[in-house]
């Protein structure tokens, strides 16, 4: 693929690549072209049936990108297992990147797109950052399905009893709006069913984690039915299937299910599939094009939503319980803006000032991560994105004292140099994998108690000393033992900004204590939800968004996305 090092945004840099055709991208990663479904020339849908073919084969290895706690500006996470995919590449290796799939929102808010920077980008990048294949619109119209299907149970009779101040199941939009966040419906007068609801963002849907945990088409269909979506007057739980959804809501998501088929800049096949948001859901993408990627290849690559904390722990304590999975290297990424900002400094100074006592003094953050890490029983390698503003006596400091904690290092530069900025990174991966095989092991067994799951968590990941159940986490408690869901692992719903429940809190603290204030059963995506601190499930735009500088031209070229 031919592009131009003169160019300087990512979407200049994307627009000027000459991607593949997909079907020799799907030449590339073993797939027969009866099992691919083409969205125009660069981006394609698998079908399932290719995964029952190479089920016999043996299984590659995981590889996961995670991150230290990042500043708000990001740390280069999805770019570093971009550009690690494409220097494998150029050392010859069978290599697979899976990816989520990039919400809309956050695109015209604050954060912008998500498909890697400069030179270490999956294209086409427009597109996957828009509206893709359309999965992101059938798990929110699927979503919606569902809610005006219960609504119209209840007025239509109301055969199962249900209470509509318990009707659990809120609504969805894939648009960051503040104003959605708690409002009332029905007002149109009789034949209505008012009361009050709200929505969530389309990526914190159960439906979006059903559809990346689900095994097959048929577990799909399963876990949909399972969903718990009101509660009726005696108190038991109602699900999509008493309301006769399953099979409307699994007609629109057929196709979504599939994982889609793209590319890196440098030509590696990519499967972008499913979009869980890690602070609120499993931060992972589809078992399945995992799954599909580790039959497929030698190596698959796949990113963790966040840091270790976050993305890491739900993957090896939710995806790589159900579906089997073991990983074996984590790459940690590192920056030395993030390092000085754990060590005092603002996101301003860090960006711009070379400050080794500030950088020292967050060495404690990123101790913490290669602890979560090896907890696990996963190798750490950590990685240093280099920016323009690092100086070589920050990263030397970097690396040093990584050497003095036993952990591989290197420098990346896959921004400006694509996988080639990379090798070092690749070389410490394949020496790491090469040097022992991992142990891998979840966190907790099945068989603890809620509060046990909890304190687990948030003691040996976060540091904290314990757990403080407020507002209505103890009544919930009772609820989800009473109703037998104990047993299932639990998705923490946490700021990213920091190990606590408090973004504004830096560094690796102690002597604290996490602060549960509801919780809920996600009883289709088999996992439990603690919804700590303050993290919303409906974001807002910025002050400036984003949105204000996007446009397009008569010729339909795509300006300002990022």
């Known amino acids: 693929m031919e592009t131009t090092r003169k160019l300087t945004s990512n979407i200049e840099i994307a627009q000027a690549a000459r991607p593949l055709v997909i079907t020799e991208i799907a030449r590339i990663a073993g797939l027969r072209m ?32 995670t991150a230290m706690t990042p500043t708000e500006a990001g740390e280069g996470k999805t770019s570093t297992a971009i550009g690690l995919t494409q220097a494998l590449g150029r050392l010859k290796k069978r290599v697979i990147l899976t990816l989520r799939e990039p919400s809309i929102g956050p695109i015209f808010g604050k954060k912008g797109g998500a498909c890697g920077s400069g030179f270490a980008q999956v294209v086409p990048m427009d597109d996957i950052n828009l509206h893709f294949t359309g999965d992101i619109h059938a798990v929110g119209t699927a979503h919606n399905l569902l809610a005006a299907l219960v609504e119209n149970h209840v007025l239509h009779g109301n ?17 960051p ?56 007057q005696d108190g038991r739980p109602v699900t999509a299937a008493d309301v006769k959804a399953v099979g409307a809501m699994t007609l629109l998501l057929k196709d979504a299910i599939k ?10 096949p990519v499967f972008v599939h499913t979009g869980p948001f890690a602070n609120m859901a499993h931060g992972a993408n589809s078992v399945l094009a995992t799954g599909m990627a580790l039959k497929l290849s030698d190596y698959c690559v796949t990113e963790c939503g966040f840091g270790s904390d976050l993305g890491l722990e739900k993957f090896c304590d939710i995806v790589a319980r159900s ?64 920016f323009k503003a690092d100086t070589d006596t920050e990263l030397k400091l970097i690396q040093e004292h990584c050497l003095g904690l036993a952990v591989r290092s290197s420098v990346s530069t896959v921004t400006e140099r694509g996988g080639e900025g990379g090798i070092e990174l690749a ?101 439990l939800v603690a919804m700590t601190g303050k993290i919303l499930t409906m974001p807002g735009l910025p002050k400036e968004p984003l949105a204000e500088r996007l446009d397009v031209t008569p010729e339909g070229r795509i300006l300002g996305l990022f």
Do not use: C
Request: proline share 4%; charged share 30%; net charge positive.
């Open 159 to 175: 055969a199962l009893g249900i209470d509509p101040a318990g009707i659990l199941w809120r609504r969805v939009s894939e648009i």
């Open 259 to 268: 994982p889609n088929l793209v590319q890196t800049l440098e030509g590696q």
């Open 34 to 65: 009866e099992e691919i479904e083409l969205y125009g020339a660069t981006k394609a849908k698998v079908s399932l049936k290719a995964l029952d073919r190479i089920q016999s084969r043996p299984t590659g290895r995981l590889i996961l990108v």
């Open 323 to 386: 579906a089997g999975f073991k990983p074996e290297v984590a790459v940690l990424v590192v920056t030395a803006r993030a390092l000085k900002v754990h060590g005092g400094l603002s996101l301003e100074e860090a960006s711009t000032r070379e400050d080794t006592r500030a950088l020292q003094r967050g060495f404690e953050n990123l101790e913490r991560h290669i602890a979560v890490v090896r907890r696990f029983g996963l190798v750490p390698v950590v990685t240093i994105n280099r």
């Open 427 to 527: 070389r410490e991966v394949l020496a790491a994998l090469a040097e022992r095989r991992a142990d891998f092991k979840p966190l907790y067994p099945d068989a603890l108690s809620i509060p046990e799951k909890l304190t687990t968590i948030a003691r040996e990941i976060y540091g904290a000393e314990g757990v403080e159940l407020v507002e209505t986490a103890d009544a919930d408690l009772s609820r989800l033992t009473r109703e037998g869901f104990a047993h299932l692992p639990v998705n923490m719903a946490k700021t990213q900004l920091s190990f606590t429940d408090d973004p504004k809190i830096k560094g690796a603290p102690r002597d604290w204590r996490l602060k549960v204030r509801e919780l809920h059963v996600a009883a289709g995506a088999r996992f």
């Open 177 to 232: 709006d503040r104003n959605l966040r708690h409002v009332e419906v029905g007002l149109g007068g009789i034949g209505y069913l008012k009361r009050e609801t709200g929505f969530d963002i389309t990526v914190a849907s159960e439906i979006m984690a059903i559809l990346a945990l689900a095994g097959s088409f048929q577990d799909l269909k399963e876990r949909l039915g399972q969903v718990v979506v009101a509660r009726a």
